[in-house]
């Protein structure tokens, strides 16, 4: 299984140019890595079960049309969030039922996809330049999580917190990650690990963290607040998504790795166009 690395600041590299042929979908040949901060622990080792999928697997085709989800997401979705919201996990019920909003493209769930719009419709607001659209968080939600386990409530709360590995070293490919916020987002001391459907490290949380849903809280486990998170991770230091090599530089920033940009582009563009990616285009990561 591959594993994705935070890299140490010593070795970052902010200038060379990586070839992408074979990795990324057509069209895209090289772009420049910006190793920065990459801060996502590895999804594939997430301690989680994810039941029938394999990370090459190819995706079942789901026949029903992609649902109006922007017409259905639920009205905490339209408010405006807090300037400065609550950094906190919010505990819940395990007898929460999962939210009933009819499917996206190629089955992705409807609150999932209700999340990444809003979330795409906040940037446009608050950052135009940035061009987010929400199947570029599609992606990294995919490829992360794939969308909390398709396991969310009526309000973006996975029914089961996503977890990563801890990062103490055991696991091999992940660095060592000392405790950041003394187990607060994560539950651990001594070492932390990442947390929520996209997957932050508690440290990158605190820096970044929004409130999507307009509730007053940023909990990297809802689906809202981590999609509007994620985005500003990805639009920070000025960067336009619809610049296929400013894109692949901002998701370099989410993991350091070819394989993993090539995964997430595959799948924004399939959820875009409702066709499933190609095995070809989904590298192992």
Excluded at 38 to 47: C, K, L
Excluded at 85 to 98: G, Q
Excluded at 136 to 162: C, F, M, Q, W
């Amino acid at each position: 299984m591959g594993r994705h690395r935070k890299q140490p600041a010593t070795t970052v590299r902010r200038s060379s140019l990586i070839a992408l042929t074979g990795l990324v979908p057509a069209g895209l040949v090289a772009v420049t890595a910006a190793a920065t901060d990459a801060t996502i622990a590895s999804t594939a080792a997430v301690e989680h079960d994810l039941p029938g999928v394999e990370p090459e697997a190819a995706p079942e085709l789901v026949a029903s049309p992609q649902a109006d989800i922007a017409q259905v997401a639920h009205a905490e979705a339209r408010q405006s969030p807090s300037a400065d919201p609550m950094v906190k996990t919010v505990a819940l019920p395990n007898d929460r039922a999962s939210a009933d909003l009819p499917a996206g493209p190629l089955g992705i769930p409807g609150i999932a996809v209700a999340a990444y719009q809003s979330a795409e419709e906040q940037l446009a607001v608050e950052n135009p330049h940035c061009g987010m659209s929400w199947s570029l968080l599609a992606g990294i939600g995919r490829v992360e999580s794939t969308h909390a386990y398709g396991k969310a409530d009526a309000d973006g709360n996975p029914i089961k917190a996503v977890y990563g590995p801890v990062l103490d070293g055991s696991l091999y490919g992940n660095n060592v990650i000392y405790d950041s916020d003394g187990g607060e987002l994560d539950g651990l001391g001594g070492y932390d690990r990442a947390i929520g459907p996209m997957q932050f490290l508690p440290e990158t949380w605190h820096r970044y963290a929004a409130d999507g849903n307009g509730d007053g809280v940023a909990d990297p486990q809802n689906l809202f607040d981590a999609a509007l998170t994620a985005g500003r991770y990805l639009c920070d230091g000025g960067l336009n998504m619809r610049d296929l090599s400013q894109q692949s530089k901002a998701i370099l920033r989410y993991n350091n790795s070819m394989a993993y940009v090539a995964n997430v582009m595959a799948w924004s563009g399939s959820y875009s166009s409702g066709l499933a990616p190609k095995p070809s285009d989904l590298p192992r990561i």
